[in-house]
């Protein structure tokens, strides 16, 4: 299936594009899924690392893997299997001194090319050449997590088939390029699985720039970005796009508005919502999807890939940004806006802190609900009942953290007295709850 480990690291990386724009760290198992993590580092312009991990064999045969030791203590055995081979605690204890005698030389050498990147918050992309028994990922994951870690995935070029079930938790996502029902072993897959050494693992980690750990460390200390109450345009697909950005003191998050079929970034409710929400320290993007002309044609209201699309564009702009890049984005979308928002949150997973959905109709983008991950809240007047059972019917398909939360005497617009305030008071709280710093 690949020629050696570039060409597998080169594949698996097409299968990682989608986190290019995430916070993210590339970690390769040492030795042989270091190349492979280089290749995903490089196309992903990410930073690389290692996590530091040795397989326990069975001493007979130590191909077999009765468990597995990392960095930090991660200490995982699989005991099952050493009282299968009859292994007794006395040579499980030999095996293990050994192998962290051989870890701390490793540690040692890498680290002084290397210092070990942070992992706190970050997205963190565990990468080896390949799954056999699993035990090596398990504890690498598990370094990760104990590293806070925000989110972990591992992923390989070849694993056997349900390797999944015999991974266990300890990732948030697995990836693989093949999962083959025949598997004997990771080398059968390479035309060339020559092993690697200790230099050649240096060698990546060198040719990758450590460049990237600093700019992290730079962003974390960036100053908040500066007041803003400004008319932008932003480039989407052939479309120039007019906007309302408006950014607080000391703000702390970012909302971008998704309006709603014939409204747009003047509508006094979406307005009236944003204001408050700048009240609280949010700065707010009220933005067009539709250009006039576009607004024109009807079907182009209820594209929600389209429009999707066009938010999507608007979130890769500001996480361009370099006043706002540091801020955690959030969608805040009304009507068909909403599907829109919750169809952009699919695509850019972990990208998108939180989404909030105002009297919306998530049912127009329920083919791609299940794939959201951002928390979300739908809110609807209790009086507004078709749009209320709709949500109903959608939040069931939701897998990320939601909630539904029904506004007293409301219906469709909110346009009861003292309506609006509760339903821009519940957004302003879930905002604050997933896109304050910390959170």
């Known amino acids: 299936m690949f020629s050696d480990r570039v060409d597998a690291g080169q594949q698996l990386a097409v299968k990682l594009d989608r986190y290019r724009n995430d916070d993210v760290v590339v970690v390769g198992l040492p030795r042989g899924g270091v190349p492979v993590a280089r290749e995903v580092a490089l196309a992903l312009q990410a930073p690389l690392d290692v996590i530091i991990v040795r397989k326990l064999g069975v001493p007979f045969q130590p191909e077999l893997a009765m468990g597995a030791i990392g960095e930090g203590g991660v200490r995982v055995i699989d005991n099952e299997a050493a009282r299968g081979f009859g292994v007794s605690r006395k040579d499980l204890a030999t095996v293990e001194q050994r192998e962290r005698h051989e870890l701390e030389r490793r540690s040692q050498k890498l680290r002084s090319i290397r210092e070990q990147i942070p992992l706190a918050g970050r997205v963190v992309l565990v990468v080896d050449d390949g799954i056999a028994t699993g035990s090596t990922a398990r504890a690498a994951c598990r370094v990760a997590r104990a590293g806070g870690a925000a989110r972990i995935v591992l992923a390989v070029p070849v694993a056997p088939a349900g390797w999944t079930a015999r ?95 014939g409204s747009s970034r003047h509508s006094p409710r979406n307005r009236y919502v944003a204001s408050m929400l700048n009240d609280v320290g949010l700065a707010t993007l009220l933005f067009d999807l539709l250009t006039p002309d576009e607004e024109a044609l009807r079907s182009n209201v209820f594209d929600i890939e389209l429009l999707g699309r066009r938010l999507a564009a608007v979130a890769h702009h500001l996480r361009h940004d370099g006043d706002l890049n540091i801020l955690k984005l959030g969608f805040f979308g009304a009507s068909t806006g909403a599907a829109a928002a919750l169809y952009a949150a699919a695509k850019l997973g972990t990208e998108v802190a939180a989404v909030v959905s105002r009297g919306g109709r998530p049912d127009l983008a329920s083919p791609w609900l299940e794939a959201v991950e951002s928390p979300t809240l739908l809110i609807v007047g209790d009086r507004d009942q078709e749009v209320l059972a709709l949500n109903r019917s959608a939040q069931l398909q939701l897998r990320c953290p939601n909630k539904l939360a029904t506004v007293p005497d409301a219906t469709h617009l909110f346009e009861e007295p003292g309506t609006l305030r509760t339903a821009a008071d519940l957004a302003a709280t879930w905002f604050l709850e997933h896109l304050s710093v910390g959170s």
């Open 167 to 261: 991974i266990g938790n300890v990732a948030d996502e697995f990836v693989a390029i093949e999962t083959p029902e025949w598997f004997r072993a990771v080398g059968q897959f390479y035309d060339d699985f020559g092993q690697t050494t200790d230099d050649e693992v240096a060698a990546c980690l060198e040719s990758i720039p450590s460049a990237a750990s600093r700019e992290h460390s730079e962003l974390v200390h960036q100053e908040p970005p500066r007041p803003r109450n400004e008319e932008i345009k932003i480039a989407a697909d052939s479309a120039m796009l007019s906007g309302r950005l408006t950014v607080p003191a000391d703000a702390h998050g970012i909302v971008v508005f998704a309006h709603g079929s």
